[in-house]
């Protein structure tokens, strides 16, 4: 069984990739959105808690000085798809 490494960095590598992938599929997940079967938007709108979740954990890093300068770069262009795609989320999550 893999070892989870407790270590903030390596957790913190860990969501930036999981919510690099997420905020930048929105766009591509707008379009197809009409396309999608209510119990598919349900679970999608279920598991967005989860990242919204992970969110928080690397804004706590953030505050707590846990990222390297790397991550810190990364979590600040995070932060900017975040604001570019927000409404764009909102609007999904509410239809």
Known sequence: MAQVSDDPRTRAERLLGYLEAAWGAIPETAREWHDWDPLDREVFHLEWVVKEDALKCLREF????????VQV???????????????????????
Not at 73 to 95: D, K, P, Y
């Open 62 to 69: 953030e505050v707590e000085d846990q990222l390297d300068p």
């Open 73 to 95: 770069s990364r979590f600040q262009a995070l932060l900017q798809m975040i604001t570019r795609n927000r409404a764009v989320l909102e609007r999904m999550l509410t239809s």
